[in-house]
């Protein structure tokens, strides 16, 4: 071999050299990038554990919460706040009657046909809110409300018509903290939900509304303000007698159950005679040492509206947990390079990615993860995902799901031992107790509900947990709100005698 052959040969043996070890190199700064990866996600996997010691301690603190919001305004993050609702629907209640169900980024108006509990004709429509009314003034909002409730009105058939000479009552579902007065009148005490109307808080919601609906003509009383979940409530009671109490699990969450007015130490005033009384417990204000928080869980709460309130909410419902999964995605890119060499823009916009989203996620079953990757292209710009990065991001949903999940069994569990409801006592009767359920969220993301139930399932025990049945009950607010304004009417003691 010549000179020149050699000299060849050595410089191409030193070309493939140097390649074989930037390969190896990249193989290397792949294999910690992809390690780094992996430990945020086992280590925001280990902050969200619910074992079961976890899941009992939280469900004591909110029994205690619940004793001590029932004892004094102010003595607990807990609002407890008093309903004024202390009978219940029987499933006798007849008339036509309207709901109007303000819970969220929209709200419904329905008009209901009462003929006892089997027979309820309902009609309804969805409207959106304009997101500049949601942080705008109060008599904007209220009048774009009446408005619409005046369109709905105006759609009457035949068969929906009120009895001449009379006025149409309403029930108004209102879905924020209320302190009530009475059954027809509360003042707010703050928004959650992505409102902000500083000049509604501290007014009397039902006094708004009244106005609104006279500057837009439109005659009609609001014979009951009640609480969404209050409303869930009494929809569920007007079908099930053993419905005990209601949960609401959707964009936001809450729940409300009957308490004995004689174990309400803050009631002023006569006990009801039914000795029973429905609590707005304001549960998503719930926070305790126990719950499992994480640093994505903290830096949601400091950019929130609302920082320092709302933590439960914040963890388990349904406008925080897509948002939770971008946070964690987001520093996977940031210190990872999750996604390639640059962070993806779409990725660092808050609640971009919503939970319907990470549900669809969650719930793909193809073998390549096809929805994912669909989901990855059209909501964050992000392609060319691997099958590996595909099941990662699976499973970070997973991980959220099921602490939501877990927490909220937790919540109801509390509510149960505060009520005498979550053991079997020898030699007495096991009581069947049902929670109605309603929102999105319980209805709608399966491995959510599942997850839900089998702690259920774990922290009562078998024999127990057969006795403890969620119920999803759909509209069941709309419904109730409408049912509680039929058992308010001023017209209810002439349609009795009658």
């Not at 108006?109 to 942080?135: C, W, Y």
């Not at 959650?192 to 009244?210: M, R």
Request: net charge negative; charged share 25%; with cysteine.
């Amino acid at each position: 071999m010549g000179k020149a052959a050699v000299a060849a040969a050595v410089v191409c043996a030193a070309v493939v050299s140097g390649a074989a070890v930037l390969v190896v190199r990249h193989r290397m700064q792949n294999s910690g990038k992809w390690a780094k990866a992996m430990d945020i996600l086992r280590e925001f996997e280990g902050k969200c554990g619910t074992p079961i010691g976890k899941l009992r301690q939280v469900a004591d603190a909110m029994a205690v919460e619940m004793h001590a919001g029932l004892a004094s305004d102010g003595g607990s993050k807990l609002k407890m706040l008093i309903s004024y609702v202390d009978n219940l629907p029987t499933g006798d209640e007849t008339g036509i009657f309207y709901a109007l169900d303000l819970g969220g980024t929209n709200f419904r108006v329905l008009r209901v046909k009462l003929g006892g509990a089997e027979n309820v004709k309902k009609e309804f429509q969805e409207v959106s809110i304009p997101p500049n009314l949601m942080i705008g003034n109060c008599e904007d909002l209220f009048d774009f409300i009446a408005g619409e409730l005046a369109k709905f009105v105006a759609t009457e058939g035949e068969d929906m018509q009120i009895p001449a000479g009379t006025q149409r009552e309403l029930g108004f579902t209102f879905s924020f903290p209320v302190q009530q007065s009475s059954i027809a009148g509360g003042t707010l005490v703050r928004w959650t939900k992505g409102f902000n109307i500083e000049d509604a808080v501290g007014q009397d919601i039902v006094e708004e509304l009244t106005k609104a609906m006279e500057r837009v003509g439109l005659d009609m009383r609001v014979s009951a303000l009640v609480n969404d979940t209050v409303g869930t409530l009494a929809g569920g009671r007007y079908s099930d007698p053993d419905v005990i109490a209601a949960v609401i699990l959707g964009t936001g969450t809450n729940a409300a159950y009957v308490e004995r007015a004689n174990a309400i130490p803050k009631w002023q005033g006569l006990l009801p005679k039914s000795g029973e009384m429905v609590i707005n417990m304001e549960w998503g204000n719930f926070r305790s040492s126990h719950l499992p928080l994480t640093e994505y869980d903290e830096r949601l709460d400091s950019d929130s509206l609302n920082p320092g309130e709302q933590i439960y909410e914040k963890l388990i419902s349904g406008m925080y947990l897509g948002e939770i999964v971008r946070l964690v995605l987001l520093k996977m890119a940031e210190e990872a390079e999750f996604f390639g060499d640059t962070v993806p823009s779409k990725l660092e916009k808050p609640f971009i990615l919503r939970t319907p989203d990470m549900s669809a996620m969650h719930h793909d079953s193809t073998p390549d993860l096809k929805v994912v990757a669909t989901k990855l292209k059209d909501i964050l710009e992000i392609s060319n995902t691997s099958l590996k990065m595909r099941k990662v991001i699976v499973k970070l949903c997973e991980i959220v799901a099921t602490r939501g999940a877990r927490l909220s069994a937790a919540g109801i569990l509390g509510i149960l031992k505060k009520t005498g409801r979550d053991s079997v006592k020898e030699g007495e009767e096991s009581q069947k107790s049902v929670i109605a359920m309603d929102g999105g969220l319980f209805e709608h993301y399966t491995n959510f509900r599942n997850a839900m139930q089998n702690a259920m399932t774990e922290l009562l025990g078998e024999e127990v947990s057969r006795n403890i049945i969620l119920k999803l009950s759909n509209d069941g607010s709309g419904l109730g709100a409408a049912l509680l304004a039929a058992s308010h009417s001023q017209y209810r003691e002439y349609i009795e005698s009658a």
